[in-house]
């Protein structure tokens, strides 16, 4: 079975450009995160989807970052204009229901210049 | 302010040696989960407590969960330097508070032949 697919692995691009990042959870979960991890850091929550609703965005910089998860499945993280402060990995995990075990993604990482 | 506190942040040993990686918190978790993550791979779940008191083995490594639940242990008997990587600790608060995981910082562990 395939786990959490993401795409690019690595982005480099310059500060006030746009960026995409692209999460495939898998097959058959419900929930699936957005995290941020910076360099010696754990992760952090950024937005969390059951099915295609966003339950938790509490973290979420919404000035310049958004998210969707259109027909519950795949989801979308876009940060609008980017900053150098952005530059970090950028993780999607999936579980079944957010009781259950999360599964992550290889990550994005991304660097701003 | 981080909420879950790991440490050591950095760890070198040798191998053969022993070692325990410590995560403290003021907060109540209703479980608490141990990851490690290799570079340019997202975390994996080693092992979930759940219980105040538990006591999880897995080959070389055994983890506690506190009394209280606020607090785990992760310790590492004879490493080997296949166990070089970064191992995290988590919390989930319970449903009732938000159901979150939050991770601590990590241990960065390196073991020398």
């Known amino acids: 079975e395939a786990g959490v697919v993401q795409s690019p692995r690595y982005k480099i691009i310059e500060k006030k450009q746009p960026v995409a990042f692209w999460c495939n959870p898998i097959?058959?979960?419900?929930?699936l995160y957005w995290y941020l991890q910076n360099l010696g850091q754990g992760p952090e929550l950024l937005i969390r989807?059951?099915?295609?609703?966003?339950?938790?965005d509490s973290q979420l910089p919404k000035d310049r970052f958004s998210a969707e998860r259109l027909k519950g499945v795949d989801s979308t993280l876009k940060i609008q204009p980017a900053e150098l402060g952005d530059s970090a990995v950028y993780l999607c995990?999936?579980?079944?229901?957010?009781?259950?075990?999360?599964?992550f993604g290889p990550g994005t990482r991304l660097t701003v210049l | 302010t981080q909420l879950l506190e790991q440490s050591p942040q950095f760890l070198s040993i040798q191998e053969g040696e022993n070692l325990t990686v410590y995560c403290n918190s003021s907060?109540?978790?209703?479980?608490l989960q141990w990851y490690r993550q290799e570079p340019g791979e997202g975390p994996v779940l080693l092992v979930t407590?759940?219980?105040?008191?538990e006591v999880k083995k897995l080959k070389r490594l055994t983890f506690q969960f506190g009394d209280a639940r606020k607090d785990s242990s992760l310790h590492i008997t004879a490493a080997q330097p296949g166990d070089t990587g970064l191992y995290l600790c988590?919390?989930?608060?319970?449903?009732?508070?938000?159901?979150?995981?939050?991770f601590g910082q990590g241990t960065e562990l390196s073991v020398k032949p």
């Open positions: 995990a999936s579980s079944l229901d957010r009781r259950n075990e999360q599964f």
């Open positions: 097959s058959g979960h419900n929930t």
């Open positions: 989807y059951e099915n295609e609703e966003a339950v938790d």
């Open positions: 907060s109540v978790f209703s479980s």
């Open positions: 407590v759940v219980t105040g008191g």
């Open positions: 988590a919390g989930l608060y319970p449903l009732n508070q938000g159901g979150k995981l939050i």
